[in-house]
């Protein structure tokens, strides 16, 4: 981080760092790879999110509907004051505040984060698989984006690549917690593909569909494979430690979607995770993987340019 840094932006990083520490070991790990300013806005975007998740997961757990949107419109509130000159005092609105300035994040991102977790609290249905990959646009597409202007991107069009990579990770972690995620009432394959295997929404978690369900989890790592792709495409237009850092998250949780198929209709016995050996390995492996384009980045320096619009949902798809 830059010398003379007010206190607060300290303290924020303090807690921040502690939060990713605590609330994802893949996340720390990969964070490791960046360059220590990208590596620290990394965590202030982290503890951001982290907050507003666990805010809208305790609304979630609140009887009265009235109360929950409250929630979310505090939240909205919250951000919104981040992105002004109102001082804050909370750690992760001063984090917040600190890197939108240095790093001009357009508050849209923030927004439509904060509108997908809503879609949470809500416990709103997917009739299709478009209508789904909104939602993934919303609380992890927009995660990518607001780091493409942290790590700078030598082409405006990988703002793109950035959003697919979120999106393949969320369909990653809705494949994981479908069971989990449906004892809180919500459900997330949508409903045409549902139809399709003859598997009643309410009854997404018995024992009896776990086959079916199963097949439908391919069908949606299928598509995860898809933007996983993208998202490596867009790997190039980053600086080399920053490519590492992305495509070491990238490898962990799409290693998460290999054991989920490899364990069939059994994948929701025990929670889906990557070991500490297994996650140095895939993490290695997707560091290898970048090695080979180093000649080619040499003889092409990385610079940065402005990146000067914003990307919607509607240009994503």
Not at 16 to 32: E, H, N, Q, V
Not at 63 to 73: I, L
Not at 78 to 86: G, I, Q
């Amino acid at each position: 981080m830059p010398e003379g840094l007010p206190n607060e932006v300290r303290a924020a990083l303090d807690e921040c760092r502690w939060m990713i520490a605590k609330g994802s070991k893949s996340f720390s790990l990969a964070a490791k790879l960046f360059e220590p300013e990208n590596r620290h806005a990394a965590f202030f975007l982290y503890g951001w999110c982290r907050y507003c998740d666990d805010q809208v997961d305790e609304a979630g757990q609140q009887a009265d509907r009235a109360q929950m949107e409250r929630r979310v419109a505090e939240l909205k509130r919250a951000t919104l004051a981040a992105f002004t000159n109102e001082a804050q005092d909370q750690a992760v609105f001063v984090a917040m505040q600190y890197i939108v300035r240095r790093y001009a994040i357009p508050s849209h991102y923030a927004l439509e984060l904060i509108e997908g977790m809503a879609m949470d609290v809500r416990q709103t249905r997917y009739r299709t698989l478009d209508e789904l990959l909104l939602y993934c646009y919303r609380v992890a597409g927009t995660v990518g984006l607001m780091m493409s202007h942290v790590m700078g991107l030598r082409d405006q069009t990988a703002l793109k690549h950035a959003a697919d990579l979120g999106i393949a990770m969320q369909l990653t972690n809705i494949a994981r917690d479908i069971i989990e995620d449906a004892a809180l009432g919500r459900i997330y394959l949508p409903q045409e593909w549902l139809d399709q295997a003859g598997v009643a929404a309410e009854e997404i978690a018995e024992a009896k569909n776990r086959a079916k369900l199963a097949q439908l989890t391919q069908r949606l790592l299928q598509r995860a494979d898809d933007y996983y792709r993208s998202g490596d495409a867009g790997l190039w237009h980053l600086s080399f430690r920053s490519a590492c850092a992305v495509s070491a998250a990238r490898q962990v949780y799409s290693e998460i979607g290999s054991l989920l198929l490899r364990r069939g209709a059994h994948a929701w016995d025990q929670r889906t995770y990557v070991t500490g050996v297994r996650k140095i390995r895939v993490v290695l492996r997707g560091v290898g993987k970048l090695l080979s384009s180093l000649p080619a980045r040499c003889a092409r320096p990385w610079s940065p340019v402005p990146i000067d619009h914003v990307l919607t949902f509607a240009q994503v798809r």
